[in-house]
């Protein structure tokens, strides 16, 4: 029956009613996206605080923790920042010693940013705690779900 569900049908997909979510289902799973974005920042705020860092500085180190090697112009649009609010906290986080920047191998007007060593050991306790917020999370749903919340996560980004 599954694969009569799925198969195409006279060149068009055939609609699989597992698929359809009511609007406030929908809206459900953003609230809870966007909510447990927040629970993860609180978990982390006394290590974000205790770093000095403000919440778009810790944004951008974690980032980097994720995608090393990043080109600054990616970045920016990853995170979603103005050209002149995203320079700013770079330098700021340049100056503080917390980013390494390369030249770009095919083209050295490009800039790449990694975290220093500085940059690793100021957002370890921050990503600590995120870790451990998610990993009790993961425990609480199970193996299968993890997979499943991994996959609907992964098929949201660009």
Avoid: H, W
């Avoid at 100021?122 to 993890?146: F, H, Q, S």
Wanted: hydrophobic share 45%; aromatic share 4%; proline share 6%.
């Amino acid at each position: 029956m599954d694969s009569e569900v799925n198969s195409p049908g006279a060149g068009t997909p055939a609609f699989d009613p597992r698929l359809f979510l009511r609007d406030e289902e929908l809206e459900r799973g953003i609230g809870l996206i966007l909510g447990a974005e927040r629970a993860l920042a609180a978990a982390a705020e006394p290590a974000r605080e205790t770093a000095g860092l403000s919440i778009a500085e810790c944004r951008i180190l974690l980032a980097l923790r994720t995608y090393p090697g990043i080109e600054v112009s990616a970045l920016r649009e990853r995170l979603g920042a103005t050209v002149p609010t995203f320079a700013r906290q770079i330098g700021r986080l340049d100056a503080a010693g917390f980013i390494a920047k390369t030249r770009g191998m095919m083209d050295a007007r490009t800039r790449r940013l990694s975290l220093s060593p500085e940059g690793q050991a100021v957002t370890d306790p921050i990503a600590e705690a995120m870790r451990d917020a998610l990993r009790r999370a993961y425990r609480d749903a199970g193996a299968e779900k993890v997979a499943g919340a991994r996959d609907v996560l992964a098929a949201i980004l660009p």
